[in-house]
């Protein structure tokens, strides 16, 4: 994760601009002209809006009318020909054979060591063409097409993803392109023509809330994202930024590569943190072992059952809660006031149970909606159940340890999802 103060307001670096220089999504010249504040979020090669105006009231538009958010950063690979099913099916750990053109569904994809490299969307968008959003996986992908009549091509660049999300998002969309979305079921597609430009909605999104995601071609993406807030001004429509959005995923339960576990795969990584091979999990680990059939041959299927079917003793995904005040008086007496809570923690501290390391905690924030600081965390089975509590060990923004703070387990999510309903 790396923030920047910048004033950038180009679509991509400028003639003879170093190696590293970042690029403004398809969205870019709407969203800076909206941005008050100097803060951008580096994304992969991008740089998105961290934060209109503040967090809090960027997160109370997710959560009590709608947000436009510019996802465009998440890597995007289509996999395309005749025997494309079958290599999507392969790969990913649940059953891909029942989807529909025009249907995406969510999905986990491993290592043969029953690893995750990555979790995403996998959109089927014509008889034979596939296109999935999650860790950048490219690599990974064209290594496993060997044999098969299928191409696999890396279309980061060629789409914005403009998130609506919030209650209001259904009145917004129909504003927008003059037609009711109501009957748009969660995880499916569709066509739409927003500012003279065609693009395809999914209802999905990463904030627990009722949406949508617009996939707009690079050239149309300012004027869809204009037309679309003019529309929903009359329902509180407000740009929401990446810190807002991190907030709403981690009270909506939502993990997140290299935020909370290290993909184990050979691409580069498209988040600017340090990762490290040792948090590395698996989905029964990481709490997505309803998306894997071991009745089907998948990649990584093998070591899958073996842990499945062996002493259910690993780590089991889980919500921490924490008395804010307690961290906050812990890194004022470290000199870390600042950093504390200053954002979603992206790392991993060490949890403790009578002395000895028992497992690890992520995603450390404070919840506006729930008045009080969260996490996620990675404990034994005997202290997953909710009431349980560990000692979690607090770092400032350089990662040294600054002290341990008690944490009680609760069930996720920490807020009720509503994404599918309606």
Request: hydrophobic share 45%.
């Amino acid at each position: 994760m790396s923030l920047m103060p910048t004033g950038l307001n180009q679509m991509a670096p400028a003639p003879g601009a170093p190696a590293g220089a970042f690029w403004g999504t398809p969205f870019h010249s709407a969203t800076a002209a909206h941005n008050k504040t100097t803060w951008w979020y580096a994304w992969d090669k991008y740089v998105i809006p961290d934060a209109y105006t503040d967090m809090p009231s960027e997160l109370r538009a997710i959560r009590g009318a709608a947000a436009l958010i510019d996802m465009s950063p998440l890597p995007k690979m289509e996999i395309a020909g005749p025997e494309a099913h079958r290599l999507v099916n392969r790969l990913m750990t649940r059953d891909l054979s029942a989807i529909a053109v025009g249907q995406a569904m969510y999905a986990p994809w491993c290592n043969e060591h029953g690893l995750l490299i990555g979790d995403g969307l996998v959109f089927r968008s014509e008889e034979q063409r596939f296109i999935i959003s999650g860790e950048a996986s490219h690599a990974w992908f064209a290594a496993n097409a060997t044999g098969l009549d299928v191409q696999v091509r890396d279309v980061s660049d060629e789409f914005g993803v403009l998130s609506l999300q919030g209650p209001r998002a259904f009145d917004v969309l129909a504003a927008a392109t003059g037609r009711d979305w109501s009957a748009l079921k969660f995880s499916a597609m569709a066509r739409a023509r927003i500012a003279d430009v065609d693009l395809f909605v999914a209802r999905q999104g990463f904030t627990g809330e009722r949406g949508f995601e617009l996939w707009v071609p690079r050239d149309g993406g300012a004027a869809v994202w204009n037309v679309v807030y003019e529309a929903g001004e009359k329902f509180g429509i407000r740009p929401a930024g990446e810190y807002a959005v991190d907030v709403a995923r981690v009270e909506a339960g939502l993990i997140l590569v290299s935020a909370d576990y290290t993909g184990a795969g050979p691409d580069q990584r498209c988040a600017h943190v340090q990762v490290a091979a040792d948090l590395t999990v698996t989905p029964y680990q990481a709490g997505l072992g309803k998306f894997v059939d071991l009745g089907r041959d998948f990649v990584g299927r093998d070591a899958l059952a073996r842990e499945q079917g062996g002493p259910q003793n690993g780590r089991r995904l889980v919500g921490l809660r924490y008395d804010a005040a307690e961290i906050l008086r812990l890194a004022a007496a470290n000199s870390a006031l600042g950093t504390a809570l200053s954002r979603v923690y992206w790392g991993s501290m060490t949890a403790w149970k009578d002395g000895a390391v028992v497992g690890r905690a992520s995603s450390l924030c404070f919840s506006p909606t729930l008045r009080r600081a969260i996490s996620f965390g990675f404990l034994p089975g005997d202290l997953a159940e909710p009431g349980a509590s560990v000692d979690v060990e607090m770092k400032d923004d350089s990662g040294t340890g600054i002290g341990l703070v008690c944490a009680e387990v609760t069930r996720l999510p920490f807020v009720e999802l509503k994404r599918s309903s309606g």
